[in-house]
């Protein structure tokens, strides 16, 4: 497992960075390097909107994607097999506002969301 960011990232990912087999990269990748890995060792990627799911979505990296106030049909991710995982019919999203100006509800993606969505992914993978 490899993290993927740029340093200002890092106080996001909390624990994950220290788990067993994961190499923390954060802050420690150009694109370009991302870009390589991506090509040629990602088997799965998790992220949210950002470049590295559209260099995912280039690549064909099967994508489990979250998203807050951006749009995926616009923004991808384009790869054959990708799930978005969102809060779901929110009169506010999707938005392009910087601030939220409502309560920040698009952001409140639950962790058993994410693992799910992860889980169905790699069973899918598994059962190819």
């Known amino acids: 497992i490899a993290i ?3 340093e200002r990232d890092r106080e996001h990912y909390g624990d994950m960075v220290t788990g067993d087999n994961v190499d923390d990269l954060t802050g420690k990748t150009t ?37 807050g106030p951006t749009d995926p049909s616009r923004y991808g991710p384009w790869s054959k097999q990708h799930t978005v995982v969102r809060v779901e019919n929110l009169a506010c999203a999707p938005c392009r506002d910087a601030t939220c100006y409502m309560n920040n509800e ?23």
């Open 4 to 6: 993927l960011g740029e």
């Open 31 to 67: 694109l370009y390097d991302v870009a390589y890995l991506l090509r040629h060792y990602a088997r799965f990627l998790l992220c949210v909107d950002s470049r590295i799911l559209q260099l995912g979505s280039y690549y064909d990296v099967p994508i489990v994607a979250l998203f």
């Open 106 to 128: 698009c952001m409140e993606i639950t962790p058993s969301a994410v693992l799910k969505a992860v889980m169905t992914m790699l069973q899918d993978k598994k059962d190819e």
